[in-house]
């Protein structure tokens, strides 16, 4: 069976610090990937997917950024944090292409940024 | 481009009570439509998706939603209400080609006694 994995589970840091949520899938080969955020009392707002290794699409212009070094590793990463990066993060895998595939997610990151 | 309006950010009700979340689309294209429902510092999990076969969707936990395109309405429901069942609910909808999902603002709902 599949599975998803995002560490760390929670994560306090400093305004103007790096950041690195890693994101990993097990049990399927060449998953679609996706990094949500989720803000308090606000939605889900999709960051960066990923269709294969290196192949990144950006959907929110930010300080923030995703990597893709493996089949089912996803990495985001920012050089400088903003307060406004606190939020929920979600990493998210799918199989199917075509609009048809449900989407799994992980357990999430609570990041807090102060 | 696709959206999702979901009517009411908390529902209440009482236990045993039905369950009545509302989610409309906008898409320009057939959609494929999705009800996940996400616990308190959790990630979100599924609850049914609708992809053009049967417009009545059973889900888990017994929720169902029915899409009605005349309506353009993918509502959720459950006829008694569990207190295991507060959550907050979000609906989704698929945008297509590399399959990205269009979420609502999602919808808290309170389950009393």
């Known amino acids: 069976s599949q599975t998803i994995h995002q560490w760390p589970a929670t994560l306090v840091q400093p305004v103007g610090s790096p950041l690195s949520l890693e994101c990993t899938v097990e049990g399927t080969s060449n998953p679609n990937l996706y990094w949500y955020r989720q803000a308090a009392g606000r939605g889900l707002q999709l960051l960066f997917y990923?269709?294969?290794?290196?192949?990144i699409s950006s959907e929110v212009p930010q300080n923030l950024s995703a990597s893709r070094p493996q089949d089912r590793q996803f990495i985001l990463s920012s050089k400088k944090l903003l307060l406004s990066d606190s939020g929920f993060y979600l990493c998210?895998?799918?199989?199917?292409?075509?609009?048809?595939?449900?989407?799994?997610f992980g357990p999430g990151t609570r990041l807090l940024v102060l | 481009a696709q959206s999702v309006t979901q009517l009411g950010s908390h529902v209440s009700v009482s236990e045993g009570a039905l369950v009545l979340l509302r989610c409309n689309y906008s898409s320009s294209v057939p959609p494929y439509l999705f009800w996940y429902v996400q616990y308190p510092n959790q990630g979100l999990q599924l609850l049914l998706k609708y992809t053009s076969a049967a417009t009545l969707v059973k889900g888990i936990n017994g929720f169902e939603a029915e899409f009605k395109k005349s309506e353009t309405s993918f509502h959720l429901t459950k006829p008694s209400a569990h207190m295991s069942d507060a959550a907050e609910y979000f609906c989704?909808?698929?945008?297509?080609?590399?399959?990205?999902?269009?979420f609502g603002t999602g919808t808290q709902l309170k389950v009393e006694l």
């Open positions: 998210a895998w799918s199989v199917l292409r075509g609009g048809a595939g449900t989407q799994y």
């Open positions: 989704a909808v698929s945008t297509g080609g590399g399959n990205k999902l269009t």
């Open positions: 990923s269709v294969g290794i290196g192949q």
